[in-house]
Every structure is written in C-alpha cells, then in structure tokens.
C-alpha cells in the first residue's frame, strides 16, 4: 500500500488520470501474486511456528485451527489495501472509511453469531474456527464494496484502471521500491511481537490450567486496546507518507 499511495498521488498531482490508474491495475496484479504465495507460505509454517509458541497442544491447536481459516481472508486484505492506497491517494478517503465501518460492524455481529451460536438461525457454537469465519467473511465484503465503487461509470473512465495495456513493469518495479522497505520493516516489527508471544505462551503453560489459554487470551484483549493508541501514529504516518 505504501508504494502504491505514493505513486498514485503523484501521478494525480500531475493530472497524470490515466497513469494513476495505471498504478491500481498494476498493484492488484502484486496484490493477487503476493496473497497468493503470502497464503501458501503461512498455511506450511503456521503449526509449527504456534505449537512452538504454545507447549499446551488444546491452546496450540485452537490457534491453529482459527489462523487455517483467517489466513483464507490474506487475499482480501491485500487486494483491500491496493483499492485503498488507490482511493487515499486520490483523495477519496471516505471510500475506505465506509468500506470499514461496514467490514468492522459486520465482524462483530457475524462474531457473536458464529462463536456463540445462534438456535434462531439454527447455528451451533463454533468457538474460535467461528470467529475466523466472521472474520474472512468480513474482509471480503470489504473488498467487495470498494470493487463496486471502483465500477463507477465515471471513475472508470478518468482513470481506466480496467483498461487493456494497463500493465508496466516499470510501475510493477517501482510499487515494490517504494514498499520492499515498510515491508521489512513490518516483519521486524512482528517479529517482536511474535518472541513477546512466546514469552506469553511460556507463562501461560506454567500458571494457566492445561487447555485454559486464559494468559494468552488477555494478552490479546490487551494488544488491541493499545492499538488505539498506535493506530493513531500509524495515521499520521500515512498522512505523512
């Protein structure tokens, strides 16, 4: 998203239209490649990597089970950030913020339905496989709702972004310039998290009663709460960027 933003902007600057769009087609394309190998990699080390982290085999396999399926949702996620990176740099910010209002409200439903069950519809609890299902689910409407938008007659015809002949290697080449590097930075930054995790798991085994990933769970609840507060340096980094 980051080399994709910056491009867009420029060329939209330039009141370079056909050229901005050129670098939508050209970052799904990366988007569709990446998810692809992104989903097939995570899907191999996923197992190993959280029965590393989680010595009890019920917590390790509970995550397991939940991350097979939220990884089916990587491609919508990536193909989202493409039409996102898109929009913003475009200035057409409120497309992604309703396509997350919807995506978020959704998740939350689909989650108490899907976890919990519901006699109504004739669900029966699903636990956590449940609430990788809501999830997946969510971030394909997403995706879905900012595809529909990008159908507008009129954006359609400034940008061509569906056009024939869109595709450029030099666009391809300089996407991946720009990203490679917040990217690698990223991974870093999981991979902090990732050795936080298994210092979470280690006290989880040791003071949690075996099959209970109460430790862990709580660590999760408090990653997202402080998410307010890093989301917010995060906007303002796009904002910069």
């Known amino acids: ?131 990788a299902i809501a999830s997946v689910i969510s971030a394909y409407m997403g995706l879905i709702i900012l595809i529909v938008w990008s159908l507008k007659k009129s954006l359609r015809q400034k940008y061509q972004y569906y056009g024939s002949g869109r595709l450029s290697k030099n666009v391809l080449m300089e996407i991946l310039r720009l990203s490679v590097p917040n990217g690698v930075a990223t991974i870093v930054v999981m991979t902090g998290f990732e050795a936080f995790y298994w210092v979470v798991g280690r006290l989880n085994d040791a003071h949690a009663l075996p099959g209970n990933p109460v430790i862990a769970t709580a660590n999760q609840v408090l990653v997202t709460v402080v998410m307010l507060t890093f989301m917010t340096a995060l906007a303002f980094g796009s904002a910069t960027a």
Do not use: H
Request: charged share 10%; aromatic share 12%.
């Open 1 to 131: 998203w980051v080399g994709t933003q910056a491009i867009t902007s420029r060329r939209a600057g330039e009141g370079q239209e056909r050229n901005a769009g050129a670098t939508l087609t050209n970052s799904l394309l990366l988007a569709i490649i990446g998810s692809i190998l992104a989903t097939g990699i995570a899907l191999l080390i996923a197992e190993p990597i959280l029965f590393a982290l989680y010595t009890d085999e019920v917590v390790a396999q509970t995550a397991v089970d939940y991350i097979n399926l939220r990884f089916l949702g990587i491609g919508a996620m990536v193909c989202t950030f493409s039409y996102k990176s898109f929009f913003d740099g475009t200035g057409r910010t409120y497309m992604f913020m309703v396509a997350a209002l919807v995506m978020n409200i959704l998740n939350v439903v689909l989650n108490y339905i899907f976890i919990f069950g519901s006699p109504f519809l004739g669900l029966e609890q699903m636990g956590a496989p449940g609430a």
